[in-house]
């Protein structure tokens, strides 16, 4: 149980197109959802904090523009990429809480997303 | 400066103990993990604690909090080739948001 996917598992994008990502809970519902971004050999850092049914919140420094943030229902949350660069070019990770059946705090990370901007 | 520390890097022969070490700074941090992230994939809980908790063993793995100096640490017993990878150590500072991760700490298991 506890598992999160998330599609594609790499893409490669032309500069100036958007890429969508999606992130899924398979087999337990999550309010929130957690995106981060990962540079080769760095940590991971929060971009945003997604809440079902409402606006991301997001940290300090990332565009919510260019990062667009959609949570539309319990198992689905998708991040944009518009207009990508090839500074976008990274790995991004999604996390997610099972916030109906446990009280605890773990989080369920999916596989990562390999975005390459050419 | 980061809010949660870690050495980069560390090299052990295999059968010997590992060492991971952490330092962070919220004093209020609920829960404190450790993910390992092999090269290319996602990242893999290996074990957290309480941090009303001082020790958590499982297995080969021994997870030490020290709140007052807040210093955890993790052992990995039997260190073996398998156990290359980058560890995370992360926290919580509250219940229901997001992990803060430390740099990671890259471990070379040699044969």
């Known amino acids: 149980g506890a598992v999160v996917s998330q599609h594609p598992s790499w893409v490669i994008c032309k500069s100036g197109t958007s890429v969508k990502i999606e992130c899924r809970s398979l087999?337990?519902?999550?309010?929130?959802m957690f995106w981060y971004r990962q540079f080769p050999k760095q940590s991971l850092m929060l971009m945003a904090t997604s809440n079902e049914g409402s606006k991301a919140t997001y940290e300090q420094g990332v565009e919510k523009d260019k990062f667009l943030i959609n949570h539309a229902s319990l198992t689905l949350s998708t991040l944009t990429v518009t207009s990508a660069h090839p500074e976008d070019s990274s790995f991004y990770i999604c996390?997610?809480?099972?916030?109906?059946?446990?009280?605890?705090?773990?989080?369920?990370f999916g596989p990562g997303t390999r975005l390459t901007v050419l | 400066g980061e809010d949660v520390e870690q050495s980069l890097f560390l090299s052990v022969r295999e059968g010997d103990s590992s060492v991971i070490n952490c330092t962070y700074t919220d004093s209020s941090s609920t829960y404190l993990y450790w993910y390992k992230q092999e090269p290319g994939a996602g990242l893999q809980l290996l074990t957290y604690?309480?941090?009303?908790?001082d020790m958590k063993q499982d297995q080969r793995l021994t997870v030490l909090l020290n709140k007052k100096d807040k210093h955890l640490s993790l052992r990995i017993a039997d260190t073996q080739t398998g156990d290359s990878a980058i560890y995370f150590c992360?926290?919580?500072?509250?219940?229901?948001?997001?992990?803060?991760f430390g740099k990671g700490t890259t471990l070379s298991v040699s044969s």
């Open positions: 996390s997610a809480r099972d916030s109906v059946t446990r009280f605890d705090d773990e989080q369920f």
């Open positions: 604690i309480f941090s009303n908790m």
């Open positions: 992360a926290e919580i500072r509250q219940a229901g948001t997001a992990l803060i």
């Open positions: 087999d337990f519902q999550a309010t929130t």
